[in-house]
């Protein structure tokens, strides 16, 4: 794994969604979001952020049970969830990596799950849990548009009043 490019520390489940919000003002077709973190981390809150901003009006809950919901919004969100899953040859039944490729973006909830089958693109987000209210969502990029997008997210952050640590200045 990538060096942190940058973290966020939210104060609630409100603004940890509204990092998500941020993220779907700099996401394209194509874009992939590994989210991983402890149970209860707020990989959801993220995801549910990210699908809000993305214009998406039915509730987003996480597709543990379902491994994937698609939400339509001005771009498809292709929400995953490979908790359940086994091995990384599950993932091939799912038809992961052309979703990945497809033309929405990618919140992949545990996608730290299978190492080996990580996108060479996108960003890594794990979530750490400090108490009850309190992350620090840690962003490190993959690839060149990962890097790129870590950038523009850590900026958009850092403008939308959200407390950004690390990265370039």
Not at 72 to 92: K, M, N, Q, S, V
């Amino acid at each position: 794994m990538t060096a942190t490019d940058f973290a966020v520390r939210t104060t609630s489940a409100a603004e940890t969604a509204a990092a998500g919000r941020v993220l779907a003002d700099l996401v394209r077709p194509g874009d992939v979001a590994l989210l991983s973190g402890d149970l209860g981390a707020g990989k959801t809150q993220l995801a549910k952020g990210l699908a809000e901003g993305l214009g998406v009006v039915e509730p987003v809950t996480s597709p543990t049970f379902n491994i994937l919901l698609v939400h339509e919004g001005r771009i498809p969100l292709y929400h995953f969830d490979l908790y359940r899953l086994e091995r990384a040859e599950e993932l091939e039944d799912l038809d992961y990596y052309a979703t990945l490729e497809a033309d929405g973006v990618s919140a992949v909830e545990w996608g730290d799950r299978f190492p080996e089958s990580l996108p060479q693109d996108g960003i890594d987000v794990v979530l750490h849990t400090v108490d009850d209210e309190e992350r620090l969502i840690e962003v490190s990029s993959l690839g060149p548009r990962g890097r790129e997008l870590a950038r523009a997210w850590r900026e958009a952050c850092t403008t939308a009043g959200l407390n950004t640590q690390g990265g370039q200045e």
